[in-house]
Every structure is written in C-alpha cells, then in structure tokens.
C-alpha cells in the first residue's frame, strides 16, 4: 500500500469518512500519484520528496497529452483538492490545496496559462529560508497541517472538507 495512502486512511480511522475509488496515476507513481473521493469531495494526491541540495519537498504534477508530451494538470479536469503528504523520518504533514488557489497560483493549466508541472512545498518545520522559499512558504502555510504528533483534529476536518 501507498505510503501516502495510509497516512490519509490512518488520519481518517475512528472517524465515519472513508476512501473511496482510489486510482493510481501510473505517469507519477514514484510520487504515489492517485485520485480518490471522501464522500462527494474528490481529491488528487501526491507524496513529496525531499531533494539533497535544496530546501522544501518537491512534488510533480503532470499528465501526458494526446502527443505523449508532459502537461501541467487542466483546472476544468482537477478534482476539488490537491492533498500532497509528506513523510519525512518522524515528519509528518499535509498540504491540502484547493483548486481555485492553484488556479490563482498559476499552477494549473488554463488556455492562458500553461501551468506548472512540479512545484516545492515548505512545510512548518522547514526553517532558514531564502527569500523565494520564504514568500511559497507563506501563501502555502494556510494549508499544511503537521501530523507528527498532536493533531488538531478540528484544522484537519476544515482543510480535508471545507
């Protein structure tokens, strides 16, 4: 099973909300790509990797055109959320990312916009920043949510099904 996955499933047990139809993406299986769907809201998950010589985690999204060439994900074809875990050692955290800010961040494909086809992320505990990293870390910070030991539960359930 996906790491990443059973991070979701174990942050959901106890709880009435349940997984369901789990696609792989196998175009972006080395970042455990999958698509599911907690009640009516569908989501898009990703888990991040750490990079030896920068700060962040990065984290791929993209999917080959009708010409096999790598794009950025369509905001008219995205699920309602982005979810892209980290599993780092005893680090543990969530980004979960609506669409309409990935739309406002330029990082889904519009017809203006080409998009992004990878991205870093900058969770709380990743200090000492240069300015760029500072500025992502920022806008992303409303998002993330630790899970490496105390859990507020009450900012987990908004960020999964606001």
């Not at 969770?123 to 030991?149: G, M, R």
């Amino acid at each position: 099973m996906l790491k990443s996955i059973n991070l979701i499933k174990s942050l959901l047990s106890g709880t009435d909300d349940d997984i369901t139809n789990i696609v792989n993406e196998p175009q972006n299986m080395e970042y455990e790509g999958t698509t599911f769907t907690i009640h009516e809201t569908m989501y898009r998950s990703r888990l991040a990797k750490r990079t030896p010589k920068k700060k962040g985690y990065f984290v791929v999204f993209w999917e080959k055109d009708v010409n096999q060439r790598n794009q950025a994900y369509a905001y008219s074809e995205s699920p309602d959320k982005i979810m892209i875990s980290i599993i780092d050692k005893d680090l543990k955290g969530q980004f979960i990312f609506p669409k309409s800010l990935l739309l406002e961040k330029r990082i889904l494909r519009t017809i203006d916009n080409k998009g992004k086809m990878a991205i870093r992320v900058y969770p709380s505990w990743e200090k000492s920043l240069n300015n760029a990293a500072k500025k992502t870390q920022a806008w992303q910070a409303p998002y993330f949510i630790n899970v490496s030991n105390e859990i507020d539960w009450g900012r987990l359930t908004e960020l999964y099904f606001s």
